[in-house]
């Protein structure tokens, strides 16, 4: 992977798999070059084994496939930037999910370009159009901000996969990063 935002990619998807119903995305960027990516799901959470094993790339519950590898690919982009990946996790009933945050230092050579974050949201909005995601990515110039359960209120029926509300996404985060 040589894009942040297609490691975030799969990442969200690691929670829609988990079956959340709400999915925080949030970037922060600070004076220092130091990106913090923190993502919150309500998923079903990893059990205790999981979550020992889950930066291990030779660990997966999947059954297709041995590998899985969009936790391990994470920590490693994190950690070749000297910073680092934590997560919780809790399967218990009712409060069950899971919390993860990755540290870059952006101004490391080996910290991979962002890439296309705008894509990504929507490709993930568009792929489970009935969760509430909520994407938030600041720096000290800029708060770039998005509540699809605030979209959904405006468009009553109207699917949050439809085209037409996709590029109306698409248009309304490029409007807010060119501020
Ligand atoms: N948000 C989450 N909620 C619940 N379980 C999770 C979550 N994220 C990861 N897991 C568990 O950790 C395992 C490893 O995740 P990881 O993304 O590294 O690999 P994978 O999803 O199995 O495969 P790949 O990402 O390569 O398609 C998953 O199979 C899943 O059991
Ligand atoms: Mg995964």
């Known amino acids: 992977m040589k894009e942040l935002s297609l490691n975030i990619l799969d990442i969200v998807k690691n ?15 600070n ?10 799901d309500n998923g079903c959470g990893m059990d205790e084994e999981t979550l020992k094993r889950v930066t291990d790339p030779f660990y997966t ?3 297709t496939r041995k590998v899985g590898l969009g936790l391990p690919l994470l920590k ?13 996790s809790s ?21 991979m370009p962002m890439g ?6 929507c490709v993930l909005i568009s792929g489970s159009p009935e969760i509430d995601f909520e994407f938030t990515d600041v720096n000290s110039d800029r708060c770039v901000s998005l509540k699809t359960a605030e979209l959904r209120e405006v468009l009553g029926d109207i699917s949050l996969a439809e085209p037409e ?5 698409a248009e ?8």
């Open 61 to 63: 519950t999947r059954t």
């Open 31 to 40: 004076l220092d070059g130091i990106l913090t990516v923190r993502i919150v």
């Open 76 to 88: 490693m982009a994190a950690e070749q930037t000297g910073g680092s990946l934590n997560i919780c």
């Open 172 to 179: 309304y985060l490029k409007d807010q990063y060119s501020q």
């Open 116 to 121: 296309d974050i705008i894509s990504t949201v």
């Open 165 to 169: 509300v996709q590029s109306w996404i």
């Open 91 to 111: 399967t218990e009933k009712g409060k069950s999910g899971t919390s993860l945050s990755a540290v870059f230092d952006t101004k490391n050579i080996d910290c």
């Open 15 to 29: 929670s829609v798999r988990a079956g959340a119903t709400k999915i925080e995305i949030y970037l922060n960027t």
